[in-house]
């Protein structure tokens, strides 16, 4: 059975399906993030002393870097399809598969330093909201990651038969990367600055 | 949406400009932090510089500049729900439930109460 409005607007929402559910999907994980960052909020007011200077802001600020700019290579990474240029998308997806790769590299290094020094999630509270939030970060940039391996691996045929459903899943691909990079826009300075 | 190809271009050099206001951005929020601010004005400055970027990553690269109402319905619903929730320390402080009440004429009345058992 063929799914309705995958690719046409729906003519009461004037949206596709696909748009308004990733918008949907994105709305939950506000809330999740949101949860987490409610519960830093009660953890830090309440506590006697939080550790300040515990994490290497450069490597953060390098890992910001790196997000900024695979937002910006998948937003081009759609923008070469609506103009039409495939192979020119394929540079830009790649790149920003990379991009995520070398965040995640950062953060392996990050965590091992800790790792290696006895700063566990249970060494102190500051430790555990850090490891909670950068590891339900990283879990999504993986996920990320799995889905940009589909769409340059197998997914990547459905160009050839049909293009603006392929496009439809770029775009919504990429609504949730720059979601990913919003949600470390906030994490970035709450725990490595503040 | 951007489906016209001349629109598309023209919009290529608004995400290059964003991006690069994103870097300058994350600068300026690493150099604040160097400076030691007190820490009232540190917190603010870095949420304030983090808010304005996440808008523009929002407004441009999520393209809600331009989105249809039912985006936006969907998100004022999440905005309302985001801001409960970010209340919630709040409601946690103002709990009163289980706490004992220390007024002195309720206790010297509940301890002459038991005296009487």
Same mark, same amino acid.
């Given at each position: ?6 690719? !046409? ?21 506000? @809330?999740l993030? +949101? ?6 909020? $009660? ?9 300040? +200077?515990e994490l290497?802001?450069?490597? +953060? ?6 997000? $900024? ?5 998948m ?12 192979g020119?998308?394929?540079?830009y ?8 790769? $070398? ?10 330093d ?11 509270t500051?430790?555990?909201v850090?490891?909670? @939030? ?9 996920? +990320?990651?799995?889905? @940009? ?14 293009? !603006? ?8 691909t ?18 490595y600055?503040? | 949406?951007?489906?016209d190809?001349a629109?598309? /271009? /023209? ?46 990553v ?9 989105? /249809?109402?039912w ?14 929730l ?25 301890e002459?109460?038991?005296e009487?058992?």
């Amino acid at each position: 059975m063929e799914i309705p409005y995958i690719v !046409d607007a729906r003519p009461d929402t004037g949206l596709h399906n696909c748009k308004l559910g990733i918008w949907l999907f994105l709305a939950s994980e506000v @809330m999740l993030f +949101g949860a987490l960052f409610s519960t830093y909020i $009660i953890l830090r007011t309440g506590a006697v002393e939080w550790p300040f +200077g515990e994490l290497n802001v450069w490597l +953060g600020m390098a890992n910001t870097f790196i997000l $900024i700019g695979s937002s910006v290579t998948m937003v081009m990474a759609w923008a070469s399809l609506k103009l039409n240029d495939f192979g020119k998308h394929r540079l830009y997806l790649i790149g920003t598969f990379v991009l995520a790769g $070398i965040f995640l590299v950062n953060k392996y290094f990050e965590y091992a330093d800790h790792v290696t020094r006895g700063e566990l999630p249970s060494h102190s509270t500051f430790l555990a909201v850090y490891y909670t @939030m950068t590891g339900l970060h990283g879990l999504h940039i993986v996920g +990320g990651m799995v889905v @940009m391996a589909y769409l340059l691996g197998p997914g990547a045929k459905m160009w050839k038969t049909r293009p !603006d459903q392929f496009s439809n899943r770029i775009e919504a691909t990429g609504l949730y990367w720059h979601f990913v990079d919003l949600v470390w826009i906030f994490l970035f300075p709450v725990l490595y600055l503040l | 949406m951007h489906s016209d190809a001349a629109e598309v /271009k /023209k919009t290529i050099r608004t995400y290059l400009m964003v991006g690069a206001a994103l870097f300058v951005g994350t600068v300026i929020t690493v150099a604040a932090n160097q400076i030691h601010f007190a820490v009232p004005l540190a917190i603010t400055a870095a949420l304030v510089i983090a808010s304005i970027k996440g808008s523009m990553v929002a407004a441009v690269f999520m393209h809600l500049s331009h989105e /249809k109402r039912w985006i936006y319905g969907s998100l004022v619903l999440t905005v309302v729900f985001f801001i409960v929730l970010m209340m919630l320390p709040v409601l946690t402080t103002a709990d009163h439930i289980g706490t004992p009440i220390h007024a002195p004429s309720a206790l010297s009345g509940a301890e002459g109460g038991h005296e009487g058992h």
